[in-house]
């Protein structure tokens, strides 16, 4: 089991930036697949992007490609979530989630979760 403790988030205007942090205990992230996911109100839990740690691959969704950039410090078993250029419509409870590395692609592959945090982005 990897402990995931989250930290970041907040209130933000339309236009800017926050970063999210994903930090792990208990062990590191090497064999895993870290991502961030967020829910919205009344909406269910969505892919945002991952990260493979053992290689640095990133996958983004659509809708943040450009704006967001996941990374890694192997020093501080933290994964980040760069988010510039923020929207409205970016305004959900933000997860970090972890999966092992050959296991497949879909969010029932997360078996461990962060806290979540807000973020607001107000127009």
């Known amino acids: 089991q990897v402990q995931l403790v989250q930290s970041g988030g907040g209130l933000v205007e339309t236009g800017g930036s926050l970063t999210l942090s994903c930090a792990a205990s208990?062990?590191?992230?090497?064999?895993?697949?870290v991502g961030w996911f967020r829910q919205a109100p009344r909406k269910e839990r969505e892919f945002v992007a991952h990260i493979t740690w053992n290689t640095g691959s990133t996958s983004y969704a659509n809708d943040v490609k450009g704006r967001f950039t996941i990374s890694g410090d192997s020093a501080k078993n933290t994964v980040y979530l760069q988010m510039n250029n923020l929207k409205p419509e970016d305004t959900a409870v933000y997860y970090c989630?972890?999966?092992?590395?050959?296991?497949?692609?879909?969010?029932?592959?997360?078996?461990?979760w962060g806290q979540g945090t807000q973020v607001t982005v107000s127009s």
């Open positions: 208990g062990r590191t992230f090497r064999q895993y697949v």
């Open positions: 989630g972890v999966r092992r590395i050959f296991s497949s692609n879909s969010i029932q592959s997360y078996n461990d």
